[in-house]
């Protein structure tokens, strides 16, 4: 026992030998073992791993509008698949469940080959030729030992048949179970659906505010610039200070820091873009531009009516009634084991052999021929009398996650219509949002164009025309964040509505 435990905790080798030590590197690998050697905590490269990086054939010169973006995603992504895996995983459940009703019929075949062999004590023949058994040791005597063979050869096929009866309903309930959950894995790939629908539609609208402010920023500093010449101009004509210089300056600076900034923030959108589709991230494809997408209408009608509508068409609502449905259902399958059970069984096989004993003191050679049917039908009932309360715990456990998806279905109720009502409130104050926005947008484009004039002639002040910049930037920013805002509630509620099925998600 000693040698056995020592050879257990040899295992030990194959982790880290203390809190600071990097873990051992693999064997399969020793030459990256190698390259890794030390307290490095990292990993070699194992070439042996499959790597698969999702990619999409795009062409360079084609400009992707959202619906182009959503084919390649629900082609690429491995998300729905895994879903569609999921679901026919749960339609082959009922198949099995069904296939309970039908008897299990099984075949089976032996075969066999046996030898033996027996001596048995000498026999003795007399001068008058009538054998005597002879166990004298003395004297001359013709003594003849006498063995046995046989050799059996045996083949025996057989048919057997089960089949469930009766069972107080338990294979019904189990069929409705599966049934249900084949309903729920459904739901669940219209769920996958739509939510990368929506993710890819949010990822488009927000990568299209990116590169609206980016755009934004760079016309700003196109402006920046511009006051800077005016303030130098200024400054050579003596009607201005080194200061204005200066503030000038420091205003194209900030300008450009502004487009360096928009410009991170536009990769890290396109990025996202990427993400959501399920591609590889150094994907380099065009995107086509939602700025010019009009905005959706805000909705209106009595909202308790459009929940209540929404909620019975929502794919999560739908997967959770038929989990509730499937346990409760489960709550009569394990009822039904505290039952009887009566089942048929019948068997039917056939003995076919053939038997050669050989007898070498007769010189006898016998066979016999064995080719005998056998068949039995037997019809049983099965009574659970005790099992320590297994099945009664069994049951109680049943009706425990019966009670529990009661629950889950509720909260899923509520956060569904909280996600609608916030969608619908997000649609309204992001519509009221870009019409205030657009107002401010045309106001400060009048002021800081006739400040930047201003300024030129000399008639103006650098604190005023920088204000007009800031003030007009602020306006454009919130315009293109809005209509962005807009398009994104307009999917939210198509997605929280259960209703996001089509290539534009609005």
């Known amino acids: ?96 469940a069904r296939a309970t009703y039908l008897p299990a019929i099984s075949a089976d075949a032996i075969v066999g080959y046996q030898y033996t062999s027996q001596t048995n004590p000498g026999v003795d023949i007399s001068s008058t030729g009538a054998p005597a058994l002879n166990i004298s040791l003395g004297g001359s005597q013709n003594i003849i030992p006498r063995t046995i063979s046989t050799r059996a050869r045996e083949f025996v096929p057989a048919v057997t048949a089960k089949w469930l009866l009766f069972d107080f309903g338990g294979r019904a309930a189990t069929v409705a179970a599966a049934n249900e959950l084949s309903i729920a894995a459904n739901a669940g790939f219209t769920a996958a659906h739509q939510k990368l629908i929506y993710d890819v539609a949010i990822a488009y609208y927000q990568l299209s505010a990116a590169r609206a402010q980016l755009a934004i ?49 536009a990769l890290d959108a396109y990025r996202s873009l990427l993400r959501a589709m399920g591609v590889s991230p150094t994907t380099q494809m065009q995107v086509a531009d939602s700025s010019g997408r009009p905005l959706p209408r805000a909705i209106s009608g009595d909202l308790d009516r459009l929940v209540e509508e929404a909620l019975r068409r929502r794919p999560d609502v739908a997967a959770a009634f038929a989990r509730m449905k499937a346990d409760r259902h489960n709550v009569d399958r394990a009822q039904s084991d505290l039952l009887p059970r009566v089942a048929l069984t019948a068997s039917g096989s056939r003995n076919i052999g053939v038997v050669d004993v050989r007898d070498n003191l007769l010189g006898l050679d016998t066979r016999a021929r064995v080719n005998a049917p056998n068949l039995n039908v037997m019809l049983g009932v099965t009574m659970p009398l005790y099992d320590g309360g297994l099945r009664d715990a069994q049951v109680k456990s049943a009706q425990a996650q019966a009670d529990a998806a009661e629950q ?69 920013v919130a315009k293109a964040k809005a209509h962005a805002d807009a398009l994104s509630a307009a999917a939210t509620i198509a997605f929280a509505t259960g209703a996001i099925a089509g290539r534009t998600p609005q």
């Open 1 to 96: 026992m000693s040698i056995l435990a020592g050879c257990a905790s040899d295992s030990l080798s194959l982790a880290p030998a203390s809190p600071q030590d990097p873990a051992p590197q693999s064997t399969e690998e020793p030459a990256a073992a190698a390259r890794t050697s030390g307290r490095e905590f990292t990993l070699p490269a194992n070439d042996a791993m499959p790597i698969v990086v999702p990619s999409a054939d795009i062409d360079a010169k084609r400009v992707y509008g959202l619906p182009e973006l959503i084919d390649i995603a629900q082609t690429r992504n491995p998300v729905t698949r895994a879903a569609w895996d999921r679901a026919r995983q749960a339609a082959l459940a009922v198949g099995m």
């Open 217 to 265: 920023a760079r016309e700003t500093r196109v402006n920046a610039n511009v006051i800077h010449d005016a303030a130098r101009s200024r400054l050579g004509r003596g009607i201005a200070t080194t200061i204005e210089v200066a503030q000038a300056r420091q205003q194209a600076a900030q300008a450009q820091l502004a487009v360096v900034q928009s410009e991170g923030i």
């Open 408 to 476: 889950e279905f509720a909260q899923i109720q509520n956060d569904g219509a909280r996600q609608i009502v916030v969608a619908y409130d997000t649609l309204r104050t992001s519509l009221a949002v870009h019409a205030a926005a657009s107002e401010l947008t045309s106001a400060a484009g009048v002021t800081a164009a006739a400040a930047r004039d201003y300024y030129k002639q000399g008639l103006g002040t650098f604190t005023d025309v920088a204000a007009a910049q800031n003030g007009l930037l602020q306006a454009r």
